[in-house]
């Protein structure tokens, strides 16, 4: 890092944590994890340079530093060990698993390169926001300066950058540790979430090309993600029975279902670090000519990110439901898009996401791992 710093070159730093590795020790043994860790550190020596660092950070998480590799280059690498060691399987003579890694990102260049306890700190927060949004996935931190909001943005002018930082990195970490608490007491409790794996890696992929249309702040789709995963967990822990229904639900089916808006409300009230994600989820029943619940919204009187997050949570529930029931192709959800536009969706929204999904191309990725 000093010498990043001295010469004016770039430099990443990844800290990667093996997804759910102690349910691997739990159902296999601790052998088999001891095989797996040794397996990990092989298959990832193979993709990096001699000149890079790499090593066991501490339990599963293990730290890598890549000299002269900028952000682009790093999530390029990063990218490639995610998508290397989840498309292949662990297996020794006793047990077989597949494995997927979490990786957080820091990328720095010459000067504005921070001090090695600050970059761990920055790592550490990617990663747990990588694990926060899903697990198997590669996330890099965003430094402070207008994109994390909140608390940070008020801060002092005599506090130095550094510091803010790492203030913003605690912070968000703090949310990201909190979610992941969650995630875990329900992957305890239940299998069900895993059903709707995919549809939360579709609808971050449909979030992230709707927010570059729309332009939205980074803080905000952040708070899209933890959203959608406090959503789906929070099905999963009351056990939403729907989940797995093609068709008509049940009068209690569809009372759970009603007082979902009302129970995600207190559930976040609980944590004020979500309390953006409280104005999403408390909103997203309402619909735009005023015929949704909990409190008849009509129109811009839906908050603005509720109305995003409910178009793009439809979309994905049209093309990707979790019954098992084929989904929509393009046409047939463009169609459906356009019917319920002014009814059920901000018409303005609809056509700017229409920009989004009119393409082949971008549809076919849905359903891809790209």
């Not at 927060?125 to 008020?154: I, M, Q, T, W």
């Not at 979030?207 to 939205?216: G, K, P, T, V």
């Not at 994905?316 to 029931?325: I, N």
């Amino acid at each position: 890092m000093s010498l990043a710093r001295r010469y004016g070159t770039p430099l990443s730093v990844f800290m990667l944590d093996l997804d759910f590795f102690k349910e691997v020790n739990d159902s296999c043994g601790h052998p088999f994890g001891d095989y797996v860790l040794k397996e990990f550190a092989e298959r990832v020596q193979k993709d990096l340079r001699g000149s890079d660092i790499f090593g066991r950070y501490g339990g599963e998480e293990f730290l890598i530093i890549l000299p002269s590799i900028d952000k682009k280059q790093a999530g390029i690498v990063a990218e490639k060990i995610r998508k290397k060691i989840a498309s292949s399987v662990f297996a020794n003579s006793r047990h077989s698993r597949y494995v997927t890694v979490s990786i957080g990102v820091y990328s720095g260049f010459g000067s504005e390169t921070e001090s090695a306890g600050v970059v761990i700190d920055c790592v550490d927060n990617a990663l747990y926001r990588a694990k926060a949004e899903g697990r198997n996935r590669v996330c890099h931190f965003k430094p402070s300066g207008g994109h994390h909001g909140g608390v940070v943005d008020h801060i002092s002018d005599m506090i130095g950058m550094a510091q803010k930082s790492q203030l913003a990195a605690t912070i968000e970490k703090s949310r990201a540790m909190t979610l992941a608490s969650f995630e875990a007491m329900v992957h305890a409790q239940t299998r069900e979430y895993e059903m709707l794996a995919d549809r939360n890696l579709l609808f971050t992929k449909v979030l992230d090309r709707l927010a570059e249309q729309l332009n939205l702040p980074d803080q905000l789709i952040h708070s899209f993600r933890r959203a959608i995963k406090l959503h789906d967990l929070f099905r999963c822990y009351i056990y939403d029975s729907s989940l797995g229904i093609d068709g008509p639900l049940s009068d209690l089916q569809e009372e759970v279902v009603l007082d979902q808006p009302l129970m995600l409300r207190e559930l976040t009230t609980m944590f004020d670090l979500f309390a953006s994600e409280r104005v999403i989820l408390y909103a997203h029943h309402e619909l735009f000519d005023g015929s949704g619940y909990p409190d008849g919204l009509k129109g811009n009187e839906i908050p603005m990110a509720a109305r995003i997050f409910t178009l793009v949570d439809s979309f994905v529930a049209m093309v990707a439901p979790v019954t098992g029931k084929v989904g929509k192709n393009r046409e047939e959800a463009e169609e459906e898009l356009r019917k319920f536009s002014g009814i059920q969706f901000d018409p303005f929204l609809v056509d700017m996401l229409m920009k989004v999904i009119d393409t082949e191309e971008f549809y076919n990725a849905c359903g891809s791992d790209e």
